[in-house]
């Protein structure tokens, strides 16, 4: 699962120290530089950031959002960014007043939708495709707390992507409860991670 933050400007500087950072331990990685959504060679005219490991993206800034591949990477590599998260305050916390508000307008919009139909066919499939949606953040939730394992966040994910096309374009309010759980992925990850060495060795005296 991709783990989510905002912060609160792009800054080539900050993220190349992140970069250089990283690869003290010894970690190979590719860095690339985009403009929007394509790629970018001019690095001054950039607003886009990623790191790559083996060819797999585990690292992304565009502008003020950013994501992190957690589950991908050896788990000592896993820590070592995520402390350098910490270090670089590359993470934030969870808006849930908006994520909630927005999920309450989707639902009541969404059941006032289904209600207005007549052909029963019609409010059984947007019922089935709004359930689809609301199943898969209650399950998505509980796997950004480490309850719920990847293979069953998987499945119920497609069914989820189902529910989200088949309700566009009313399921967009229900995008920012995901992007916190997206960033609460990535909140209860850095609570659960090791001690640096350096806080171990400060630990014990």
Not at 21 to 43: H, L, M, S, Y
Not at 103 to 116: D, H, P, R, T
Not at 139 to 165: C, D, M, R, T
Request: glycine share 8%; hydrophobic share 45%.
């Amino acid at each position: 699962m991709r783990a989510q933050f905002r912060i609160g400007e792009f800054n080539q500087e900050r993220l190349l120290e992140f970069k250089r950072d990283v690869e003290q331990p010894g970690i190979t990685v590719g860095i690339f530089w985009q403009k929007g959504r394509k790629a970018e060679e001019n690095q001054s005219l950039a607003d886009g950031f990623g790191l790559s490991v083996n060819g797999t993206l585990v690292f992304n800034q565009l502008k003020k959002n950013g994501t992190m591949l957690l589950g991908f990477l050896p788990e000592h590599q896993e820590t070592t960014f995520l402390h350098l998260l910490q270090k670089h305050r590359l993470y934030d916390d969870p808006n849930w007043a908006l994520g909630i508000l927005a999920l309450v307008g989707y639902i009541i919009f969404e059941l006032c939708v289904i209600a207005s139909r007549d052909e029963k066919w019609l409010q059984i499939t947007l019922f089935a495709c709004f359930m689809m949606v609301v199943i898969f953040l209650i399950v998505a939730f509980f796997h950004a707390e480490g309850k719920v394992n990847n293979n069953v966040y998987k499945v119920l994910g497609v069914f989820g992507a189902i529910g989200y096309i088949l309700t566009a374009l009313a399921s967009v309010l229900a995008l920012p409860f995901f992007t916190c759980i997206g960033q609460r992925k990535m909140e209860t990850r850095m609570a659960n991670v090791p001690l640096s060495p350096l806080k171990q060795s400060a630990t014990n005296f």
